[in-house]
């Protein structure tokens, strides 16, 4: 139990250090940011308003702004009046537009009959997307909302025309897609009147185009651009509703805006921020508060104290990374495949091509692989990222094209990467872990592909374990001895050629690492920013975890190691990390395959800590 001790060792000094929880500007927010105009109570605008306009219409302008809403909820039945619809469809129709085309028209729908076979259709569309979800999402999916079709007096269609203003219509020779835009922002303007009016709009977008064209028998060459349900509601809700159903997160304002070129972020008036500094600075140990709570209400769970073993120490860690007890059930999960090739491939420390890496690619893209046999059975989505892969990958929905370099250089003649692309490639991490977060997902789990890569990982656990090469270079996909030998070797000499600092861990991802790894840092460094769980996979999750903590340790407050592998480089990096894996199977695959078994235990331990009865609510009688 050594391992399990000393977790609970390091989360009690971790938790020692208490903490006011409080929302901060890199928090996708559940709560408002004061950085976050949307969000935020009305801020008082500093300065006068243009010439015309008083505070209070400047403040009307961007009130209704923040209190337009996307509704599909509590609408009345009660018709609109003609000249209330009147005021809407003349302020959509005063909506900037490509060259002045104006190439929207607003088709008003009340038949009931048409608007019952518009409303088949988006059923049709609503189960083909359900049936596309991972099943953790699909559940979700399940409670929302995503038309008023049926519920709202009055449908409008707003089209775009791509062909009107004729064959030089200004600005739309570069960009067709301007037309549509266009249309948008018709849109937008009739939701603003329409909320000021106190009116609900839905925009529904589960259809297909043609098809809506034929079954509203408009004329071919229009585009739809929105399918909008109108009505009266008697409420707003503060925040939308995908919100409040815990679907998204609102991205913060900090995230988005860029100086002069694009990743230096910073708002106006602020000194552009590195996104790896900002990211530490937001990892945050374990929140004292929660974390007692969890241990209290453990104990008064029916069950023999600490009958759930390691689980127990688990769901106390859930606390206190989310500062609530119980904790949210991280559902739905993640995993994040990174995939890159290496340079080292050329020492021969595999037996495999490097095409195989873009290979596999394909097939986690197709469904084929076991990660996403896995990921179906426990309800997790497979988000491949291309961080360093070798060759040209073609684009494909599930594919996020984040390519540094074609693959790392030899790490036996120079280093594996630039310093800077080290950095470029831990930033990848880090906005996967905030798109994944921030798209609703409650639990991160890493995943890599890269033929060659466990030799990357041996290099980088012998420089922070301080273990010798032949101790942490296992045998990976399956070598022979022969090609043992040579991998050990290699990884003693790349280490030789770089005499690789543990006090810089950039440095040592630079010198030894691959993309793949570097992109999990910063999962990691992200998902521990945004108090997410990260549940680790094999060797190569492990080598990253170091280098994790190497940079903040506090990072380990948001790791789950998920499994052990068969490699030996593994035991010695979780031993380092005091984390004691969940599943241990002699699995050697790598691809998340490990994190993702170890989700559902994961998630049974924060489930149990919602449902499973007190000694007192039950009427159980404590020993
Ligand atoms: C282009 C577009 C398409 C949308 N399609 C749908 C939809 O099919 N169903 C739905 O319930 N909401 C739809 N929405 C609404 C969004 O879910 C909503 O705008 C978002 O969750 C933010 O909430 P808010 O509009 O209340 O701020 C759509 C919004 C836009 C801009």
């Not at 585009?223 to 609102?250: I, T």
């Not at 490097?354 to 990921?375: H, I, P």
């Not at 309800?379 to 693959?407: F, H, M, N, Q, Y």
């Amino acid at each position: 139990e050594a391992g399990l001790l000393q977790q609970a060792d390091d989360m009690d000094t971790q938790g020692a250090d208490a903490e006011v929880p409080a929302a901060r500007d890199g928090d996708p927010a559940d709560t408002p940011t004061a950085a976050d105009p949307e969000t935020a109570a009305a801020p008082r605008p500093a300065g006068p308003a243009a010439p015309g306009y008083d505070d209070a219409e400047r403040e009307a302008v961007l009130k209704v702004m923040r209190e337009r809403r996307d509704i599909r909820n509590g609408f009345r039945s009660d018709p609109i009046p003609h000249e209330v619809l009147l005021r809407v469809l003349e302020a959509a129709h005063t909506a900037p537009s490509v060259g002045h085309s104006q190439p929207w028209d607003f088709v008003v729908i009340r038949s009931a009959d048409t608007r019952r076979s518009m409303h088949e259709l988006a059923m049709r569309q609503r189960d083909a997307y359900a049936k596309s979800l991972p099943k953790g999402r699909a559940k979700q999916f399940k409670e929302l909302k995503i038309e008023a079709i049926l519920d709202t007096p009055v449908n409008i269609v707003v089209t775009a025309d791509p062909t009107r203003g004729g064959r030089h219509t200004l600005g739309r020779h570069t960009q067709p897609q301007m037309a549509p835009y266009s249309s948008a922002l018709a849109v937008e303007n009739l939701w603003l009147a329409a909320r000021a009016e106190g009116l609900g709009v839905g925009w529904v977008s589960f259809f297909d185009e043609r098809e809506m064209v034929r079954a509203l028998g408009l004329p071919e060459h229009l585009e739809v651009v929105a399918y909008l349900c109108v009505g009266y509601v008697d409420e707003f809700p503060d925040e939308p509703e995908l919100m409040q159903a815990g679907w998204s997160k609102r991205r913060p304002l900090s995230w988005v805006v860029h100086e002069e070129t694009y990743g230096r972020r910073a708002l106006p008036g602020e000194d552009p921020h590195d996104l790896l500094a900002e990211t530490v600075a937001q990892i945050r140990p374990l929140d004292a508060k929660a974390l007692g709570e969890a241990w209290e209400r453990q104990k008064r769970m029916t069950k023999p104290a600490g009958a759930l073993g390691m689980l127990e120490i688990i769901s106390a860690q859930l606390s206190g990374l989310s500062r609530q007890c119980p904790p949210p059930i991280p559902e739905p999960a993640a995993v994040a495949v990174f995939a890159g090739d290496h340079g080292v491939h050329a020492q021969g420390v595999t037996p495999w091509p490097q095409e195989v890496t873009a290979q596999m690619v394909a097939n986690f893209l197709g469904g084929g692989a076991v990660c996403n046999a896995f990921a179906a059975q426990v309800g997790a989505e497979v988000c491949v990222v291309d961080v360093g892969v070798a060759s040209d990958l073609p684009a494909t929905p599930g594919l996020l094209p984040r390519k540094i370099r074609a693959g790392t250089s030899d790490m036996t003649t120079g280093p594996a990467m630039t310093r800077e692309e080290a950095k470029q490639a831990v930033e990848v991490g880090i906005e996967t872990a905030r798109d994944l977060v921030a798209a609703g997902n409650k639990a991160l789990l890493t995943g890599e592909m890269g033929i060659a890569n466990t030799t990357a990982s041996a290099a980088l656990i012998s420089v922070f374990t301080g273990a010798d090469p032949a101790e942490v270079t296992g045998r990976g996909t399956g070598i022979n001895d022969e090609t043992l030998v040579r991998k050990t070797d290699v990884v003693r000499r790349a280490l030789e050629h770089h005499r690789p600092d543990p006090a810089d861990p950039l440095g040592v991802l630079a010198a030894v690492g691959g993309f793949e790894h570097a992109a999990m840092v910063g999962l990691l460094l992200g998902g521990a920013s945004l108090r997410t769980p990260v549940i680790l996979d094999g060797v190569s999750a492990g080598a990253a975890a170091l280098v994790a903590r190497a940079i903040a340790p506090e990072v380990l407050a948001a790791c789950i190691a998920g499994h052990r592998s068969a490699e030996p480089g593994h035991v010695a990096a979780l031993n380092k990390l005091g984390l004691r894996p969940l599943v241990d199977l002699d699995l050697r695959l790598g691809e998340g395959t490990g994190a993702l078994l170890a989700l559902p235990l994961v998630q049974s331990t924060a489930r149990a800590m919602h449902e499973v009865a007190t000694f007192d609510s039950a009427g159980v009688t404590e020993k």
